[in-house]
């Protein structure tokens, strides 16, 4: 198992991949994301530990989840995150290096099925 990755916060102590997730975690339960789902990249991609993919009930929803999410980020961690697809509000995609978030309308979530593309049959969702 590889050594979780570490990022400075703003108090200047690591922060590593699974805090970060736990605060992601902690930020779209407070914004009443739905079915949010955790799926652990490790070993699978390069492109970070973990993926996160959940849905708001409108367009609004989603931008207003994702901008209290970088806006957390930003001032609690001092953690700058790359965000596309906030404007149009169907699906907004957050890089925050080690976690990777997918925040939907419902529609376009049942549309991609991301899950299907990144869980393995039978693996747990939650």
């Known amino acids: 198992m590889a050594a979780p990755s570490l990022r400075m916060s703003a108090a200047g102590s690591k922060l590593t991949s699974e ?13 009443k994301a739905e079915d949010v789902v955790k799926i652990d990249l490790r070993g699978k991609s390069e492109m ?36 596309e697809g906030k404007e149009a509000g169907d699906w907004v995609l957050i890089d925050t290096g080690d976690v990777i978030v997918h925040i939907f309308r419902p529609e376009v979530r049942e549309f991609y099925q991301l899950e299907k593309m990144w869980l393995n049959p039978g693996e747990a969702q939650a």
Do not use: F, W
């Open 19 to 31: 805090q970060l997730l736990a605060e992601i975690e902690t930020s779209l339960t407070d914004d």
């Open 48 to 83: 970070g530990d973990y993926m996160i993919i959940c849905s708001g009930r409108s367009s609004r929803q989603v931008s207003a989840i994702a901008q209290n999410l970088t806006d957390h980020l930003k001032q609690n961690h001092n953690r700058l995150a790359k965000v």
